[in-house]
C-alpha cells in the first residue's frame, strides 16, 4: 500500500494508534499481533523519501504530532528488531527536521556507482539526505533528485550570512553552480529519440557497486514515465525562462506547477545575472542514447546526462558541527 497523501496517511497512523490505547507494552504487542504499526512506519518513511523537498515544511506540523504519540508509546528498550530501525528512523527525520544543517560537495570517486555505494554505506546519523526504503527493507541514504538538487544549489545561493554571520562572497555563493554535482534522477533513451525521465531511479540507486559500463541497459517500456521526442530547436542549449517554462522536458523533470516553473526562472535569474550562459538552463542529452544515464548539474549549471564510467559525486547535506568536524 501507498499512500501518496501526508494527511492521509499521518490521520490513519494517529487513528490505529489511539485506536489501540496503546502503552509501552501495548504498542510492541500491537505490533507483533498486526503487523501494521511497521507497515504505516514503512510508508511513512516511504513517503518522506518520495516526497519533493520544497513540500517537507508543510509536513512538518501534522508530523511533530504524529511523533509525539510515537514518543508517548515507545520506549528505547523496545525489542522487536523489525521495529526498532523503522522506529528510530522516523525519530531522526523528526529530529533533524529543523536542525542547524549545511551542505557541502562530497569526495570525488572514478565512477557513480563507487560514489553511490559510498552513499549508500553512509551512517544514518552523519548525513541529513533523502532515505530510500530497498525491498528487503533496509533504508539508506539517496542523492538529491535533480529538483531537490537545484532547490538546494538555490538554498544555498540566497543565503548570504554564513554560520559565523559573516556576509558570503558572491563567489561563495555561486560554489555549487560553477561545480558538478550528480543526482539520482534517471534519463533513459530508447535509441530512436525518445526519452523517459525517472525523477528517483532505483536502477540508479541500487546500481552495483562493480558496474563498469558508460549505460544501465534497462527495458525502456519499464519506465513508468511519460515519453517525450528529442528536438534539436531546444536541445544542447541554454533555454530562457520562456522557453524552458514550454519545455517539456523540464515541466516533466521539474514539475508543471507554480513551484516548478519558480526553479525554472529562479535558477535562469541566477545563471545569467552572473553569465554562466546568457540564455540559461539547458537539457543536454544525445539524440542517439539507449539506456539509462544518471542526470546531473554541470559546471555551467545545466542539466546534463552523464557517463556512468565518468568521475562522480554528490552533493550532501550535513549537520553543521558534522562537516565542520571534516
Known amino acids: 500500500m501507498k499512500i501518496q497523501n501526508a494527511k492521509e496517511l ?39 523519501s518520495e ?11 501534522s508530523f511533530a504530532k504524529f511523533s509525539g504519540i510515537l514518543r508517548k508509546n515507545v520506549s528505547d528498550t523496545v525489542s522487536g528488531n523489525d521495529l526498532k530501525q523503522e522506529y ?43 532515505l530510500f526504503v530497498k525491498d528487503d527493507g533496509a533504508i ?56 523517459k525521465i525517472d525523477s528517483i531511479s532505483k536502477d540508479l540507486i541500487l546500481i552495483d557497486k562493480d558496474f563498469n559500463s558508460s549505460v544501465l541497459l534497462v527495458n525502456y517500456d519499464s519506465i513508468n514515465q511519460p515519453s517525450f521526442k528529442y528536438d534539436k530547436k531546444f536541445f544542447e542549449r541554454g533555454l530562457k525562462t520562456s522557453e524552458a517554462a514550454d519545455f517539456e522536458p523540464f515541466r516533466l523533470l521539474f514539475g508543471d506547477d507554480d513551484i516548478g516553473r519558480s526553479i525554472i526562472s529562479e535558477s535562469n535569474d541566477v545563471i545569467t545575472k552572473n553569465n554562466l550562459d546568457k540564455n540559461g538552463m539547458g537539457l543536454y542529452v544525445p539524440e542517439d542514447l539507449e539506456g539509462l544515464r544518471a542526470l546531473y548539474s554541470d559546471y555551467g549549471s545545466n542539466v546534463n546526462s552523464y557517463y556512468l564510467l565518468n568521475n562522480a559525486r554528490f552533493l550532501l547535506s550535513s549537520p553543521r558541527e558534522k562537516l565542520h568536524e571534516k
Open 88 to 130: 528510530h528512523t522516523v525519530l531522526k527525520l523528526v529530529d533533524l527536521v529543523d536542525v542547524d544543517s549545511s551542505c557541502a560537495l562530497g569526495d570525488k570517486f572514478n565512477t557513480y556507482a563507487l560514489a553511490m555505494d559510498s552513499l549508500r554505506n553512509r551512517g544514518l546519523d552523519e548525513l541529513i539526505m533523502p
Open 51 to 61: 516526497i519533493s523537498a520544497e513540500k517537507k515544511y508543510d509536513f512538518i506540523d
Open 10 to 48: 499521518l490521520s490513519k497512523i494517529e487513528t490505529d494508534l489511539k485506536a489501540a490505547e496503546l502503552t509501552k507494552k501495548g504498542f510492541v504487542k500491537h505490533c507483533d499481533d498486526l503487523g501494521e504499526k511497521k507497515e504505516l512506519i514503512k510508508n511513512l518513511i516511504y513517503f518522506l
Open 140 to 195: 539508506i541514504f539517496r542523492p538529491y533528485s535533480m529538483p531537490e538538487l537545484q532547490l538546494a544549489k538555490l538554498e544555498d545561493f540566497f543565503t548570504y550570512i554564513d554560520a559565523d554571520g559573516n556576509e558570503r562572497s558572491i563567489e561563495d555563493r555561486l560554489r555549487f553552480w560553477k561545480s558538478y554535482s550528480h543526482s539520482c534522477t534517471g534519463i533513459i533513451g530508447d535509441g530512436k529519440g525518445n526519452f
